[in-house]
């Protein structure tokens, strides 16, 4: 299978034969970690990420990637780039992406809401790279998607669940309350990764807390493409009858942007404060089918879920956190191969 | 040719035999790029870059030139580093480059205007860096002079006129009206070398648009001793006439820095503004004979030039741009081989 | 002597022979620093460093350390996180760590005074990390201790007494004026370690400059174990007689913290720049027995000790401030090697 050159800005936009051969790589490269077998794979070789907003936990991960290659990661804040936009001079991203395929063989995008104006401008943005780039441009997560993310939780399901075994299982996408504001790209993939997969999807928040609407459709289409259901819940506490996989997470609400365009988060963490109910607990999880417990992490612990679930026996937080690392490494061997 | 230890601040500095041993070298690892010839030059080796003034592309290039080197550069911002100052306690220069010599086996220095309080003190701080550093000093660009740009754009001529097609050929240096209040170091470099080279050299610009009388004056001792012509014109349209090479950019007015000592962007923009006739456009090149287009980018499209020749046929940046990998790649292998 | 998973927050956690193993080690590394005999110890692998505070210069050396062995540092400023402190939401320090654990073979702390409520608390910060992670946490300088400084110090003493010509031996630990309010951390670690390698200590400041008084009873104890003597000087000048180590450096008074628990610089400073007769001069060195002189830098040269001591034929600190490379290196190759 040859992926040499593809984008992934979205699990979406590739097959699930694709995905799974990603996943396979990934599993193997983390049985051989240390072994010389991948040991060449980048070598030499740079990935630009380009962090529009910064993020700790996906820097290193992608960053450790690279080095475990053979290659390099640039660690690149792009705010000391002058990018033209419709107010100011600067450069286009034809011109930036050109470049910058001259000198790497990669280049990661990360953007989320606080960088955007309006939901969809950094998907839009990602876009152009991969228009002008010659290179693949990989999302490290923007405001629509984080696909290396749910490469990830799926890796995760595969371990504990058994590779074979996720058709028919029922994730629980369950909103959390909190106090971090945060982005419908981790549980949007979430949705249209685990739907690809074959498993039912229920989509649990409180009224109001709708997603984008497009990807719900695409979300129910892939269910019944697999002849699963997709059901929304709005109370927080039935929605966890018979899950198999809860996955508890905060995320903001569509009004979250202002008229202004800008995204307030102080409104929004008042607002989201308001549902102390909308917290995964123990007793809670004793309604479902001993249901694994998941989340992207940073986990906004005491808010999101109780440290007894987040620390307990059926959690794979650090699994899946550790696979964004496996994943990575696939995905830039299988789009970044080079002929050598 | 031995250049272990030679420090890089202008291509002035170096003969024009040593400047055509780069540029060999840049050809020869462009071709043999992933290839292993030049894998271990830099073999777990360290430069050190040392960014007083930000800049992704040169970042960018710097460090994937030493990663396929075999070795890592390291992205240093000194805004956190203490250095001793007319005003403030700290550390010496003299201190730094000494301690700095036994980590790494090169330093790159970037300094531009708005980082100093007049022209001609980035020069005198890289100066003080070489003076102390054991190891080789090398611009990445300061106030005065941009030699890897330099060096990357006589690359570019050499593969798109051919390498002994260079002498007598017309180079174009014409300032582009923009709001970006550029650098002298670029444009600057571009007339030594292009003149070093055996180029007669055009440069045009506004009444006023003075660069540095010193440059200049160089620029025609070159040009007389290759038996070429320099000319000044301040006509933004005849100046193009049987040009070879245009090079459009912008440059600051020499009366940048105020009477403090800081450069007023805001103010300089708007004069710049006040010239939309000195852009480069289609008609223009039609003077020429069929000459190539070139900048250092990033270009500033609508501003110094029109899309329809900065990515037209004849345009080179991309080239150019490329280039900047493979000079850096030279000069660090020919300075900072060391034994081993 | 297996090392491996051993955190090293103090020298004093240590034994005397795991000290001695490390500084062996890092001889070997000096001379075979180009060789490929340690090139594969980190081959592929990540080192963390966490910048609470930046540092210019233990930045260089810990990432020069990795690129050494065939590994890879990066460069990460926690400010980009969002712990969880009392005050608002985020994630924990066991979880952050137990990820970290996940992707890096060893995780670096560096947090000073400044960073901090009140002396003590980068000692508990980094024992969390430690407590929680899986990999070796390792002090890169925090507001109690600076171990890796402490064994660069005592690797220069080897070089330049001989490896068995320290017991007995007398430093002479001295503030000097000056305007950098320096951390207790570099000082502190000095006189522990020289301590346990059998010299007798001579602390000297003026009347109120006191240390921590737990690490002093260390010191006393550690002294008094080798049969050495630990006395106390108020006197800038006659503190230098029978030195054979001078170790002038700044420091904090013990009230700088104030009643916010905030850290007064500018009132630190003020206070430090009323003693100027506590400076290293060439007629105090007179005094002594030929002393060496030592420094970890940077140096506040005309605050802390003359230009002609500093730049003196007996100063070392250029090769201390190699040392941090070596010893690095070998805290590194020690705690962090993996079975492959």
Known sequence: MNLAGKHLLCTQDWSLAELEAVLELAEDMKRERWSDKYARVLNRKTFFMFFYNPSVRTRQSFECAATELGGHAQFLEPKSMRLKTKKSAGETIEDAAQV????ACGI???????????????????????RYAQVPVISMAHDKFHPCQGLADIQGLWQHLGRDQLKGKRLLQVWGHGSLARSWCSVQESMLI??????DVTMAHPEGYDLDPAVIEQVKKNCADNGQEFTVSHDP?????????VYARNWMHPTAYGADGKLNKAAEIERALQYPEWICTEDKMRRTRDALFTHPMPVDRGHEVEDAVASGLRSIIYDVAENRLHVQKAIMAMTM???E
Chains 1, 2, 3 share one sequence.
């Not at 910058?100 to 000198?103: D, G």
């Not at 995008?109 to 998907?123: K, M, N, P, W």
């Not at 685990?194 to 498993?199: D, K, L």
Request: include cysteine; aromatic fraction near 12%.
């Open 100 to 103: 910058m395929s001259r000198y």
């Open 337 to 339: 191969r080079l002929e």
């Open 237 to 245: 506490v039935s929605c966890y009858d018979d899950a198999d996989v």
């Open 194 to 199: 685990c739907s690809r997969f074959g498993m």
């Open 108 to 130: 990661g995008i990360r953007i989320l809401e606080d960088q955007v104006s309006a939901y969809g401008e950094g998907q839009e943005l990602c876009e152009q790279y991969a």
